[in-house]
């Protein structure tokens, strides 16, 4: 083991007993490690940091953001172990509040995908990418959360799902629909049958039975945007895009019926699994047609426009 790989675990072990979960920064820095070392640095530079941050390419400078600020906080602690370790600065990218404008569904594509899923092979991959866009849809839960459910989670009787040790650490209950709950019960009862000695404890399972892996579920949804012919070089849906489909429906439904939305929104961010409705509020903003019922209620809510 090289010193910047013992240092890279200490440093993740103490964030972690702080309470920090890190899984983004624990999977990305050993490859911010192994770019250090090839190059022939014991520790962390500007320059090196940049360079490693821009690996990816046909990504937005968002994504290269999230990798520089990864390479920071691991820096800023190393720097009280080496000195001469380079803490890079912020904002090389432009992007550290940028939030992409997300795609929106309709109810056609999101039944399109859900049957593109399931020409996907093997069979038990089919299953289980099918289930997983599906109940993130009906839902509007994080794909981290969805991949992280255990069988224990999963009380398709009570059609309750626990999330546990969410973002921020927030544990909450999902109440689904019936109909939800019992795609949910067929694809459990396929999975049993497809993979019957499975020993993994997850709900959704690989092809081989094991966890299942953001970087599988990714590649399956890019492939079967693209041949549904949704994927372009200028719309690039992505599966947290359910999750906002999944509130700006909510929001229009209510709204349309007359619903007090004020009211209801603290309702809609602990569903979501919001801190506060201010995270929730943003929503407010991603349709046209949002916008529209929102602006006709302030018009009745104050006399309309003179």
């Not at 250090?36 to 690996?55: H, K, P, Y």
């Not at 209801?264 to 916008?291: C, F, I, K, R």
Request: aromatic share 8%; proline share 6%.
């Amino acid at each position: 083991m090289t010193d910047l790989t013992a240092h890279l675990q200490d440093y993740l072990r103490l964030r972690r007993a702080l309470g920090f979960q890190l899984d983004y920064p624990g999977h990305a820095l050993p490859t911010l490690v192994s770019h250090l070392e090839a190059a022939g640095s014991a520790t962390i530079t500007t320059e090196l940091a940049i360079e490693w941050a821009r690996l990816p390419q046909d990504v937005q400078p968002l994504h290269w953001a999230h990798r520089l600020s990864a390479a920071r906080g691991f820096a800023r602690y190393l720097q009280t172990v080496d000195p001469a370790t380079e803490v890079p600065p912020r904002d090389v990218f432009g992007a550290r509040q940028q939030r992409p404008t997300p795609y929106l569904w309709s109810d056609a594509d999101i039944r399109r995908l859900v049957v593109g899923a399931r020409q996907l092979e093997p069979e038990l991959h089919a299953a289980t990418c099918e289930a997983l866009f599906g109940l993130i849809a009906a839902s509007g839960m994080r794909i981290g959360e969805a991949l992280k459910l255990e069988r224990r989670d999963v009380d398709l009787a009570g059609g309750i799902v626990t999330i546990r040790d969410g973002k921020f650490q927030r544990s909450r209950l999902v109440p689904v629909h019936v109909s939800t709950a019992s795609a949910l019960q067929s694809y459990a009862e396929r999975r049993d049958r497809l993979c019957p000695n499975s020993k993994s404890e997850a709900f959704f399972v690989s092809a081989a039975g094991k966890s299942l892996s953001a970087s599988s579920v990714g590649d399956a949804f890019v492939r079967i945007t693209t041949d549904l012919g949704l994927r372009t070089a200028e719309v690039r849906p992505r599966v947290h895009d359910l999750r906002h489909t999944f509130a700006v429906r909510t929001l229009i439904n209510w709204l349309r019926n007359g619903a007090d939305v004020d009211a209801l929104m603290p309702v809609l961010s602990t569903y979501l699994g919001h801190v506060d409705p201010v995270g929730t509020y943003w929503y407010l903003q991603a349709s046209p047609e949002l916008m529209e019922l929102a602006a006709a209620r302030l018009d009745g809510r104050f006399g309309g426009r003179p």
